[in-house]
């Protein structure tokens, strides 16, 4: 065994040479041009606004394309955009356009061909289990349903006589599929016309230059039957693989992992692993148990062994979840950074909602969760309007302006994560090789390997004390050292082949 390379021995890697985050001090780095990327998800309402109409829109986002490049996202996947009658636009009427409050078809385009020259991917969402009560589909099929006519759209979705369970009543004998609420007519995918519509929508999002789509609600696809959804799943990703072979395809089955690892038999590249996500998630029990070492070993094997040779998609909270700042604890700024650091250490995707990365809260009803982009604490008059039934809306930490500037800040831990991130591939894509001889019940040592390269990380679980890890026994030579630290006056040393970690530390040990 080689002695780890005397470069670094006796060198004190400091914080103002690693554990920073200035933003001057982030070089961009080639980003490998596949779907293992950092995600961004974007409500567009509340995040940027171009018009002064006080609503988020297209031309808003693409004004701050900069921040998210530069953030170190590599992709965005943005809830849906189409026409809509609700705030949240999760029922559609018409999946070829864009929402007028949102822009339009030219914005978009705009917006992609941007986008792609900063290297950042575009995922939108796709909500095929229903459309709006509102859309010219349902409006001219639930008519002829009703007055016993004929329409070519009547068996696009699911009428029946009975009064059921998931069912919606027109009048007596006389009901709708609606799952989810009545404005929300359920579509039926058995029918041979509505996947001929759907392959149309994706073709033509495709043509416009999406690189993926998020699946909504694919448990409700055929609620109950799982084998059914599977099925489904696997013509939408043969289908949209047939139009964009490198297309990337991520679903939301908000369920169990024995249930998620069976729809990662579709071959659908990701599926969100709703375990490991929240304050009750692993990541998070990771912070507060006493083995927390054992619970990211096993939560980082688990990840993979789940996704069976797909992408794993690893998220602390999105647009339907309490947000993570309040669920970890509004004042615990270690903690927080140090689950982002953990989610950063997973193969697949992450999946950062927007506003987690400046700490934004947000629980209770859905509209608090979907609150205005905090950019600039000092101008709180620029901000988008808040969802209309907002109930509470309040800011914990300070907006982008103010994070950025501070090197310490949740941000620039966020920023520092997504870089090592990029820069070292093998962290998104590796295989894993674990050292049980230098874990301990607080401490983590795990090689990554991919592409004939090899990464070091080494993790202190531990928020109170230092770690020591004998490093001078890896087989081969590491002789740089990538570090992220919650505090920022931390420090990271290295003396005869041992490295001393400071509370909550993370050290990427690679070789060039
Ligand atoms: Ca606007």
């Keep these: 065994m080689k002695k780890i390379g005397i470069v670094i021995l006796g060198i004190l890697l400091s914080c ?59 992709a965005i996947w ?36 941007e986008a792609h020259k900063r290297n950042i991917h575009i995922i939108i969402d796709l909500v095929l289990n229903h459309t709006s009560s509102n859309h010219p589909w349902f409006v001219k099929a639930k008519q002829a349903f009703r007055n016993g006519t004929d329409s070519e759209y009547l068996d696009w979705y699911n009428f029946t006589t009975e009064a059921k369970s998931g069912y919606t ?19 039926n995918l058995d029918n041979q016309e509505v996947r001929d519509e759907i392959t149309k929508i994706c073709q033509f999002w495709i043509d416009h230059g999406v690189d993926g789509f998020r699946l909504d609600a694919v448990t409700s696809y055929y609620t109950g039957d799982n084998a059914a959804n599977t099925a489904f799943l696997s013509w939408i ?66 990840a993979l062994k789940l996704a069976n040779g797909h992408i794993p998609a690893m998220f602390l909270d999105n647009h339907d979840v309490n947000r993570i700042t309040g669920g970890i604890g509004r004042n615990e700024l270690k903690k927080l950074k140090f689950a982002y650091g953990m989610l950063s250490l997973f193969n697949g995707c992450t999946y950062t909602y927007y506003g987690t990365e400046i700490g934004m809260v947000g629980s209770g009803r859905d509209e608090n969760k979907r609150i205005a982009m905090l950019w600039n604490s000092d101008k709180m008059d620029e901000l988008c309007d808040n969802p209309k039934n907002t109930s509470t809306a309040e800011y914990v930490y300070p907006g982008v302006e103010q994070q950025d500037a501070d090197e310490d800040s ?24 674990f050292y049980p001889s230098l874990q301990t019940a607080k401490q983590l040592v795990v090689k990554k390997t991919w592409n004939e390269k090899s990464v070091i990380i080494i993790v202190n679980l531990d928020g109170e004390n230092r770690a020591s890890v004998n490093i001078s026994e890896f087989e081969e030579t590491y002789p740089k050292i990538d570090a992220a630290m919650v505090n920022v006056t931390d420090e990271i040393n290295v003396k005869d082949g041992v490295m001393d970690l400071p509370p909550y530390a993370i050290a990427i040990l690679y070789a060039e």
């Design 16 to 74: 103002s040479l690693f554990g920073c985050a200035k933003k001057e001090e982030i070089p961009q780095v080639k980003i490998v041009d596949d779907n293992y990327r950092n995600v961004y998800e974007i409500f567009v309402a509340s995040f940027a606004d171009s018009d002064g109409d006080h609503i988020g829109d297209i031309n808003g986002v693409i004004s701050k394309l900069d921040y998210i490049q530069r953030m170190g996202y590599t």
């Design 78 to 113: 943005f809830m849906p955009i189409h026409p809509s009658p609700s705030y949240h636009k999760y029922d559609v009427t018409d999946y070829y356009d864009i929402d007028k409050s949102y822009g339009t078809l030219e914005d978009f385009d705009r917006l992609i061909e």
């Design 410 to 433: 949740l941000l620039n831990y966020h920023k520092l994560m997504n870089f090592y991130r990029n820069r070292h591939p093998e962290i998104a894509r590796g295989e894993m090789t």
């Design 169 to 187: 009543r027109i009048t007596d004998g006389k009901y709708y599929e609606a799952r989810f609420v009545d404005t929300m007519p359920d579509l």
């Design 237 to 302: 990703n043969r289908m949209i693989k047939g139009i964009k072979e490198d297309a990337y395809i991520v679903g939301e089955a908000w369920t169990d992992d024995n249930t998620i690892g069976g729809y990662y038999t579709s071959g659908v590249d990701s599926f969100f692993h709703f375990s490991m996500a929240q304050a009750d998630g692993t990541i998070c029990r990771a912070l507060k148990g006493s083995t927390p070492a054992t619970t990211l070993k096993n939560a980082l094997e688990n």
